[in-house]
């Protein structure tokens, strides 16, 4: 980031500052005599070395839209249920279920590796926006501009790429206002070592997700495994755990209220930067019918799962995937209304545009590229119906988005790989493949069909001007519910799309190959790949338009402040300082920041999602806390509160105390704090997570998981911690 937009002057901040997902960069722009006054123990050199690219951010790992950290030397990471979950599924039948029942490795050789799982540890970051924007030919239209960058930003990444086991972005801060390089290893061979009872790793189910107060163990242990020679390979029997540099000594003494921590991990993206009407329609338009689709996918998923066991294994992983979008939706409509989060963006626009026309001279630009995007914005909402329901064909339907996949990656190989759309180049080609491969374990042929019959109906009822032409071609342009059933059924039972072997043979096939095969559910798919390719030309030249006219606005927008601004979240390494606190969600309701063992009991009902496991709650009724309870509390502490600012992609984040120890693994937010994606209320903003203690009861006196323990540098009953390293 530009210094001249980023310095921060925080000596004599009078007050803590939750708001803020700040950067490696910006870290090292902060005052020490601020960082020590908050709580930092350590120099911020500590918390990130550019370079040497270590410190504690370097221990935080990116899992794969989570995120996670390493906990010992020998590459043991902690992350969340949650995100190990694919993995679990992978490996669980109604004969062996891990979802249900927990796994627990007694050594390393009965470790689960995870198809397709990857972790990637940060190593460098570099500002490359002259680049970037010299890349750009005078006088390019929009398209012309988008596909420049992109260009340009594949070349850089194909160059970082160039050393072994090397993973490299181009990530965009604020619209185009800086473009950075971000550098990182990736191991390849990931492996489950822990994860507790899903009646632990998801206490309070549906339920409780983004609720407050928490009694859920949402953690779970892999273990990343490298080449004898410490090169990343692929697994194999022959690999060796992984030797981290830098690793969290876990903390045995907790948090308490008012205690500072720090959450680093990958936050996704957040809103902060839309315009008002932006902001409006996700409002309006985006998430009520979010909660539509969605909401209708999960009834069909839950009605059929239930007929099967198999087949509620085989769509779990889908189904939670589901139910926290849903959920998702309707804490942020919730939100933004509860914060009245538009109104403020538009006041707080207002005021720029005031400030801005004083000096018209200057900031002149930045009024234009307002008034531009508006009307870009305006123009896009009158095509949203059809758009929304064909971007959600991938999420809904397994079928038809393996048939899409296999043809859109045949429709991209075509072209030089330079030229192709970045999911589809060379170096994604093995994470397709896992893909294809590890949805097997996904389908369940029932809720397919029914999946598709619903988004046919829904393709069915869009006006004449917003048609999906491939459904009207092979369903007809009139709902019939005989019709559309019985040519879904033709479908399936003439494809090959779902067999394993068949549909890896297909991502290895042409265009005219795949033609060839006159498979009925493949051939479907390659015309909604070519509606998918249409949209994304549409949405490639809107992305130019953006790239052209957000960054004058945005300047401006900074300038106004006149403090500094972390930038929106953007799947990049990021850390937000915190504390320990609860909060007050309503007139008369006063929430502390700590759950308990006994509560989780209390919560105890012997049916879902209340349904604790017999094991804990005898050792919990038992009083067999160990070393584990908290003095203040008398009681093994669960879960946590504080004001960090995170949001999706923070699932899995280390929660570290002062001294660099980890204190709790980020999970959730609080249901008043899922709007926090479109701004920062510092009444509400409280994230959830998982208190380290609990994991180590849970280990120490639930699972008898002494070898695990002792790797961990906890002896049993004897806790040792130790400053980060």
Known sequence: MKKTLLLLSLVAAPAFAGEGKWTPQQVLELSPAWLKAQGLQLPPNKLWDPKRGTGLLAGTVNTGGCSGSFISASGLIITNHHCAFSIIQEHSSPQKDLITDGFLAKSPSEELPGKGSRVQVPRGFKDVTAEVNAAVPQGADDLARYKAIDRKQKELVAECEKRPATRCQVATFDGGVNYTLVDAVELQDVRLVYAPPRAVGEYGGEEDNWMWPRHTGDFAIIRAYTAPDGSSAAFSDKNVPYKAEFFFPLSTEGVKPGDFVMVLGYPGTTYRTLLADEMAERQARFYPRMRDVLGEAIRILEAEGEKDP???????????????????????????????????????????????????????????????????????????????????SGRLARGPAL????????????????????????????????????????????????????????????????????????????????????????????????????RLKMADESVGQLTARRDPLLAFGMELAKEQAALDDTRDRRQGASSRLRPAWRKAVMAQAGKPIAPDANSTLRVSFAKVQGYTPRDGAVYLPQTTLSGMLQKHTGEEPFNAPEKVRAAAAAKKFGPWADPRLKDVPVDFLADADTTGGNSGSPTVNGKGQLVGVNFDRVWENVANDFGYNPDVARNVNVDVRYLLWQLDQVEDADALLRELNIRKGKPVAKEAR
């Open 310 to 392: 198999a087949g509620k294994i085989a769509v779990a992983s889908q189904l939670k995937g589901l139910h926290n979008a849903y959920k998702n939706a309707g804490g942020q409509l919730a939100g933004l209304q509860r914060g009245h989060i538009v109104e403020k963006q538009r006041d707080t626009e207002a005021a720029t545009v005031a400030w801005a026309q004083k000096d018209a001279a200057k900031w002149g630009e930045a009024l234009k590229a307002r008034d531009a995007l508006l009307a870009e914005q305006q123009e896009s909402a009158k095509t949203f119906d059809r758009e929304f329901l064909l971007g959600m």
């Open 403 to 502: 048939a899409t996949s296999v043809a859109r990656l045949a429709m991209e190989r075509a072209k030089p790989d330079l030229e192709r759309r970045p999911e589809y180049m060379d170096r994604e080609v093995p994470r397709i493949k896992d893909r294809l491969e590890r949805e097997q374990k996904n389908l369940f042929l029932a809720a397919d069909k029914a999946l598709l019959h619903a988004f046919v109906k829904r393709a069915q009822a869009l006006p004449a001007d917003a048609r999906i032409t491939s459904v009207d071609a092979v369903f007809g342009k009139t709902y019939s519910e005989k019709d559309v059933t019985a040519k879904i059924d033709s479908l399936y039972a003439g494809t090959k799309v779902l067999t394993l072997a068949e």
